[in-house]
């Protein structure tokens, strides 16, 4: 298998309820610099104007293609994702939107550019940067992918060495900073969560084993945080620290990495090697004993920033994962 003389792309959209802000980003994808691509937009069973909105859209521009499951209602989240990527048509490369950002015009084309670099035969992804925004679309910091390796003057491809290990605690590519190419899909396709709500973390533990991954620190996009969504990414210096204290030392900051790190132990477990068998064993472990005192002292560091390393030992230490 090989890339087209002419690379092509799919755009993922999956929608539900997003009228507010889905107009504006299926705009910014129409205007992206490349243009061979289709957008795949499939609501998942909205009761607002989103399909409206969508299939006015659809009329302007032939490389929006509408699909509305109303027999199947609302799969919700994240099966809706994994619904689009069954139905994606054949393409060299494979990009996911979310339907509130906005995404920068060079963004296809950057990612495009790299991975074409690659081979195309394995799997290969794609991550980028983004700027975090509040829902006015103003900046509030820029954020790259974790694990950037040091800038190499003798190659203009940043291939990232992440590991498993790397990815179990911390998110090191958001979804809709992602490109994969064809055989990537095809392995998350044939490789997909049982019962957690993963996504971005998903793909991310999977081509750590399976994939080339190269990423890009420059912004391809701006992130929207609502006001609802008190993560760590929509807060500034100030209430990073506040976040800190309130949701990873003192509430369960970590609970949804446990429920990843248990589902892709008992679907993966048995494809991995010996050594990251044993460490997702250790964490995919329900029980305190006896297994905190081996988790606290971890010889191997989880996190990027020692803040949340040491909030992430607290959280063994006590109980809370």
């Not at 509430?251 to 477990?269: E, N, Q, S, W």
Request: net charge neutral; charged share 25%; aromatic share 12%.
């Amino acid at each position: 298998m090989s890339y087209s003389d002419r690379p092509n792309a799919v755009v993922l959209l999956s929608a539900y309820n997003g009228e507010k802000y889905i107009k504006a980003q299926i705009e910014s994808i129409l205007r992206q610099t490349f243009t061979d691509f289709e957008l795949l937009v499939r609501d998942d069973g909205s009761d607002d104007s989103t399909k409206q909105i969508v299939k006015e859209l659809a009329k302007t521009d032939s490389r929006i293609r509408f699909i509305s499951d109303d027999n199947k209602g609302n799969l919700g989240y994240p099966k809706c994702f994994y619904a689009l990527t069954d139905m994606a048509p054949d393409a060299d490369f494979y990009f996911f939107s979310d339907q509130d950002d906005i995404w920068f015009e060079d963004k296809i084309e950057r990612a495009v550019d790299m991975l074409s670099k690659l081979p195309s035969d394995v799997p290969a992804a794609y991550y980028g940067g983004y700027t975090i925004c509040d829902e006015e679309l103003k900046p509030v910091r820029n954020a790259r992918p974790a694990h950037i390796p040091p800038k190499n003057k003798s190659s203009d491809l940043p291939v990232c060495s992440i590991s498993l290990k790397d990815t179990i605690f911390e998110v090191c590519g958001l979804e809709f900073t992602m490109a994969v190419n064809r055989s990537a899909l095809e392995l998350l396709n044939n490789n997909k969560p049982s019962f957690c709500t993963g996504r971005g973390t998903w793909m991310s533990m999977l081509y750590s084993v399976y994939a080339n991954i190269v990423c890009d620190e420059r912004p391809c996009a701006f992130y929207r945080r609502h006001q609802s969504a008190v993560t760590a990414s929509n807060q500034s210096f100030l209430g990073l620290w506040l976040w800190r204290i309130k949701y990873l030392l003192l509430g369960g900051g970590f609970a949804d990495f446990h429920d990843i790190i248990k589902d892709f132990y008992l679907t993966m477990g048995g494809k991995l090697d010996i050594k990251n068998r044993r460490m997702l064993r250790l964490f995919a472990d329900d029980r305190y004993f006896p297994g905190v005192i081996t988790k606290v002292f971890y010889p191997r560091r989880l996190r990027s920033r020692i803040l949340d390393e040491l909030a992430l030992r607290f959280a063994f230490l006590t109980g809370r994962i």
